[in-house]
């Protein structure tokens, strides 16, 4: 019998291992043929990496920038010099967070962004349950808060960019206090949508994916791939785990993957009525990663960042995506929310014209032009359906957000999910893993 088994080897399984592994015996069972989970690298025909899930670490992301170091890789901070472009009626260049706007259209946009802040900034992000006007913000979508506090369409536009840019969904379908709380466990709305100083500031040399493969290779034989696990029983004797092809017996157990994955296991005895009633009430966003290969950055030419936003196309939202020290260029785009659903539908070769019709929308038609191209759908992955992390709902913080920690009988749950900072990053995987490791080790001893 195992000390401990964990399923999922994306960066907060892995992580639980690593801090078990040296004085306990741990397996981690993987359902996919490779770890990371919602982080999966891609190899260009001319050898260049690149990353079609999870890629960016930034300020306030100290877990994560000490396993970059501790594994010897490095980071390099996103290109961010030249100016953006915002598509509001026509092109238009600015510099910083905050597009160019008309004045009252900008004044609309500030008051709505400044209010959002000011209440986030009220909230405990360990338990968001707590606040006074919780239950008033649990009732209301981010929809609601836009058509309160926000005059303008174009200002209601460009949040709704921005909150699809974060949440991967529409402001209709996100509870305002999740988003709240969301934006400050990320430290702030501001923070999670800039890049220098934020979120989005530096990359991994040599990709997310491949720290993720590197981190799994400190733990050998421990990772099992190809391991989808299919049903959980547990009594006095110990915990069972069954998957397509094994049997395994452990003392404790840790989930760490998506909630609503974890829905598609079998459990004996059934979980509580709680628990079950929240991971159905929690399912992923939506998104599609697109990004076209050129021979050069040819934007910067021009004096652009590669950074965009609006438009009515497919993308509406752009990154230079090109690693320090190619010559090759890369330009990454997101398909989010109601698009993102719409163009997982289509076939591969329709979507990848429309993401460079709208590259090419922003920086002209030498974007339709790549010398390869590649995009991940995360809502067909069989083993996440969506990213980058679950949403919720009008009434789910409130009602249930209480369990969403609290251990199961031996099963402890892990997953950026379960974070308290960091929330739907990396850098919450890695906290959330770490807490479910000591919780194991505390059972354990």
């Not at 399984?13 to 078990?20: N, Q, V």
């Not at 929240?278 to 992923?284: G, H, Q, S, T, V």
């Not at 752009?318 to 109601?338: C, M, P, V, Y």
Request: hydrophobic fraction near 40%; aromatic fraction near 8%; charged fraction near 20%.
């Amino acid at each position: 019998m195992h000390d401990a088994l964990i399923v999922g080897a994306g960066f907060s399984g892995l992580e639980a291992a690593r801090r078990l592994a040296p004085d306990h015996d741990v397996i981690v069972l993987e359902a996919a043929d490779r770890p990371g989970g919602r982080v999966l690298s891609h190899t260009f025909a001319n050898g260049d990496e690149t990353d079609l899930g999870g890629q960016w670490v930034g300020p306030g992301q100290d877990r994560l920038y000490g396993l970059i170091a501790a594994m010897g890789f490095s980071t390099w901070p996103l290109w961010d010099e030249g100016d953006h472009l915002v598509r509001a009626g026509g092109l238009k260049r600015y510099r910083g967070t905050i597009p160019n706007l008309s004045v009252p259209v900008l004044l609309d946009l500030n008051r709505a962004l400044s209010r959002f802040e000011a209440m986030a900034r009220q909230l405990d992000p360990a338990s968001p349950w707590t606040h006074a006007k919780a239950h008033v913000w649990d009732r209301m979508t981010v929809g609601d808060f836009l058509r309160r506090y926000t005059f303008t369409a174009p200002a209601r536009e460009m949040f709704t960019v921005g909150i699809g840019a974060v949440f991967c969904a529409e402001p209709h379908e996100l509870s305002l206090l999740h988003a709240l709380f969301y934006a400050r466990s990320g430290r702030s709305l501001d923070a999670l949508l800039s890049v220098t100083g934020g979120a989005q500031q530096d990359r991994v040399h040599g990709s997310m994916g491949a720290l993720a493969q590197a981190v799994a290779g400190t733990l050998g034989d421990r990772v099992h791939y190809g391991q989808p696990v299919r049903a959980i029983g547990w009594d006095a004797s110990g915990v069972s785990v069954q998957t397509g092809s094994q049997s395994f017996k452990a003392k404790r157990v840790i989930l760490a993957l998506p909630p609503s994955q974890a829905l598609g296991i079998r459990f004996d005895p059934a979980l509580p009525a709680g628990r079950d009633a929240l991971w159905r009430r929690m399912p992923a966003g939506a998104c599609i990663k697109c990004v076209a290969q050129y021979d050069r950055p040819f934007w910067r030419d021009s004096g652009l960042s590669g950074q965009a936003v609006g438009g009515e196309l497919a993308v509406r939202v752009t990154f230079d995506n090109t690693e320090r020290g190619k010559s090759a260029g890369q330009l990454l785009g997101f398909i989010e929310g109601e698009e993102a659903r719409r163009w997982s539908a289509v076939s591969a070769e329709t979507r990848r014209e429309a993401v460079l019709d709208a590259f090419a929308s922003f920086f002209g038609d030498a974007a339709r032009s790549p010398i390869d191209y590649a995009d991940k759908d995360w809502t067909s992955d069989p083993w996440t359906r969506g990213c980058y992390a679950a949403i919720m709902g009008p009434g789910v913080w409130t009602t249930l957000g209480e369990d969403l920690r609290r251990p199961v009988g031996p099963l402890h749950v892990a997953g950026t999910e379960t974070a308290i900072h960091g929330f739907g990053y990396i850098e919450g995987a890695l906290e959330a893993g770490a807490r479910a490791a000591d919780e194991v080790r505390a059972a354990l001893t």
